[in-house]
């Protein structure tokens, strides 16, 4: 029997696909997997104990090493504050490092103070807004202290109902409150944007959707940019051209891999609907990639392996986007041929990349199966076993 991978490399090499090119590609992804995707959640109706969550964020960064060292591409791992605070940012800095990662983004937290039940950056109070702004600066130092180099703000505010507050008056006071943040941002980090269309605000969300944070990040400055997130869209809205449209304008600031069936789910990614993941690679194969952050809400799957499966589905994706034929979707495209430039993209999403990103994860030090190994390593039954007391929910 022919090894698969020798027998895709034939295949690939036949079609004219750059096989260097696109191991060389894949190679270089880096995901940024999430603290807070390694603890407890849960939905509104119950949150689900696993044995061996991580009690701390020493060991969520050992979590996230866990996932690195099985996948070869999750080399950062994002924040969450004041979920992951601690005393000594140098001292948590040098413990990512140690288990070679480095920081990724820096997320602030502005819906669960009590204060911020009517709003945090928009609220009709001063003193509310500055507290959320004072939470944002503060947020800034530590992702100096840690090296990291964005903030991305996911903004809850909004209200429930018609007349409950001015949309207007919000805007301006969102405007204001974000131009204090983007003041003090250091040189070498950025604001991300992130917007979602509802939840926990069920009337008008104050950043519901990519125009909203779009202009407010033309207004803030150059550093500010838009972070999307796949869960945060009404249904059947074609992310891919969001995408296309952010990336065009210089201000796709980066990404919220999860994926949804009806609303923000934050379901493995790539396991509802892959085509769309491809497609958006697909904006994304041919220059430099933004920040590719996961962010998923594991309530029933096991935490670990839910997230190698994201980082392996993500890997394929984006193995497939880079075999795309650009010439000859050009040609096809110029030729006014309909359905030959729809068939160039589903010739490189149909390829089975399995045995070459197994290949590259090799390559990387990796494994070629990271979840068979994950299973046969009996990392989560040692956790299970080592984090048998109590811990804190992280999103309730
Ligand atoms: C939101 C949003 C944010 C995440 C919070 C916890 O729906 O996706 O990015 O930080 O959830
Ligand atoms: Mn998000
Ligand atoms: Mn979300």
Redesign the pocket.
């Known amino acids: 029997m022919s090894d698969p991978y020798d027998a895709l490399a034939a295949q690939l090499t036949d079609r004219g696909v750059d096989l260097e090119a696109v191991e060389s590609g894949l190679s270089q992804l880096v995901v940024e997997t999430p603290s ?1 995707g390694y603890g407890d959640s849960g939905t509104r109706f119950a949150t689900f104990e696993q044995p061996g969550r991580p009690r701390d964020v020493s060991e969520r960064i050992d979590d996230a090493a866990e996932v690195h060292k099985l996948t070869g591409t999750a080399g950062a791992v994002a924040f ?1 504050f004041p979920w992951d605070a601690v005393e000594d940012y140098a001292e948590l800095r040098g413990r990512v490092e140690a288990r070679g990662l480095r920081v990724g983004a820096v ?1 602030p937290n502005l819906f669960q103070d009590p204060d911020y039940k009517l709003g945090s950056l928009t609220h009709p109070q001063a003193a509310v807004r500055e507290k959320a702004v004072g939470h944002m600066l503060e947020c800034l130092q530590i992702a100096t202290e840690l090296g990291s180099s964005a903030q991305s703000l ?1 903004l809850a505010d909004g209200t429930n109902y018609p007349g409950q507050d001015d949309m207007r008056a919000r805007r301006g006071r969102l405007l204001e409150s974000l131009r204090a943040v983007y003041a003090q941002l250091p040189e070498d980090q950025e604001l991300l944007v ?1 917007y ?1 269309l509802f939840e926990p605000a069920f009337y008008a969300t104050d950043l519901a959707d990519w125009g909203s944070a779009l202009l407010t990040c033309s207004k803030l400055g150059e550093r500010a940019r838009v972070l999307v ?1 796949l869960g ?1 869209h009404a249904q059947g809205v074609n992310v891919e051209q969001i995408v296309a449209l952010l990336a065009d304008e210089g201000r796709l600031g980066g990404f ?1 891999f999860n994926n949804r069936k009806y609303a ?1 789910d934050d379901l493995v990614v790539g396991s509802v609907n892959p085509f769309e993941l491809f497609l958006i690679f697909c904006e994304l194969a041919g220059g430099p990639l933004p920040r590719l952050t996961i ?1 998923q809400s594991h309530n029933v799957e096991a935490k670990v392996e839910a997230m190698v499966l994201s980082v392996v589905n993500l890997q394929e994706a984006y193995a497939k986007a880079l075999m795309v034929d650009t010439p000859a979707l050009l040609d096809a495209q110029l030729a006014g041929d309909v359905l030959r430039g729809h068939e160039v993209l589903l010739d490189a999403y149909r390829t089975d990349v399995r045995p070459l990103c197994a290949r590259v994860r090799s390559r990387l030090g990796a494994e070629e199966d990271p979840i068979a190994a994950l299973r046969e390593s009996g990392y989560a039954d040692r956790v299970a076993a080592e984090r048998a007391t109590e811990t804190t929910g992280l ?1 309730g």
């Open positions: 807070w969450h997320n996911w992130e979602k997130d945060h919220h923000d962010d999103r």
